[in-house]
């Protein structure tokens, strides 16, 4: 079986993440350094990514990355875009890396670009050393929030925004927000969510009244312990309701 890199088909992975406050991507280091090691050259941030075995298809190739980075197999993954402008990869800086790392700067590579979704609290990124950890993944994976991120290798920038382009419009029609949500969670919290993907300020009246008129979002009787504040409710995401309901034509929260 040949399981050798086809170099001219990659997969990046956009992996969001929710920490109840601020919606999140994990992101890699990428160094070059002078001959010798010690000297940087520059440091920038890349995607989780790799070139397909030429026994893989796109869908499995991604879903070897996320696992060997995250050690899951239930994260959502979704293609959401192909990247194949010829000069994608034609910035100087890149084509330095690529040429330090023994890579032919003109080969020409394709990428199929994925988003996954994951709430934090599920999730404990591994540490450099780890020996599970694949060589090709760089330095440092780190969860970035999103408006504080610089500095992108090749088109990242392009992927990641269009990622999040992407999920705004995913969220409207259908329940994948609630891959980023805890089992139980407040009308707060999902508010917070919607409002930290879309952007703006949510009406907190007619929020909660749309979220009652969800079936598949589940009044629990069960509230917050510990908190300073009055104790808020939980709620939860009901998938057999959702697919019983999802024929008759609904929109989610706008």
């Given amino acids: 079986m040949n399981t050798a890199f086809n170099e001219n088909i990659s997969v990046d992975c956009v992996i969001f993440g929710y920490d109840l406050k601020s919606l999140k991507v994990l992101l890699l280091e990428r160094h070059l350094h002078k001959a010798g090691g010690k000297d940087l050259i520059f440091k920038d941030l890349t995607l989780p990514g ?20 995250t ?10 875009a192909v990247f194949s402008d010829p000069n994608r990869l034609d910035n100087p800086k890149d084509q330095q890396w690529l040429a330090a790392i023994g890579k032919d700067p ?7 670009g994925y988003f996954s979704l994951i709430p934090l609290e599920k999730y404990y990124l591994k540490q450099n050393g780890n020996d599970t950890m ?3 993944y760089g330095k440092n994976p780190r969860w970035h929030q999103l408006d504080r991120i610089a500095n992108m290798a090749f088109d990242h920038a392009r992927i990641l925004d269009s990622a999040l382009q992407f ?4 969220i409207m029609s259908k329940p994948v927000i609630f891959e980023l949500l805890p089992e139980k969670f407040t009308a707060s919290q999902i ?3 919607y409002e930290v993907i879309l952007g703006k300020t949510l009406d907190k009246r007619n929020f909660r009244k749309k979220l009652a008129n969800l079936e598949f979002v589940v009044s629990l009787n069960e509230k917050q ?30």
């Fill in 71 to 80: 050690g899951l197999n239930d994260i959502y993954l979704e293609q959401f």
């Fill in 225 to 254: 312990m510990g908190v300073a504040h009055t104790p808020a409710r939980y709620y939860m995401f009901s998938r057999d309701v959702y697919e019983r309901k999802k024929k008759e034509k609904f929109t989610l929260i706008t």
């Fill in 134 to 136: 694949p060589d090709w």
């Fill in 106 to 112: 003109q080969t020409r590579v394709i990428t199929a």
């Fill in 167 to 170: 999920l705004r419009e995913k």
């Fill in 191 to 193: 508010q917070n969510l």
């Fill in 50 to 69: 790799n070139h397909i075995r030429n026994n893989e298809d796109l869908d499995t190739a991604a879903q070897r990355i996320l696992f060997e980075l």
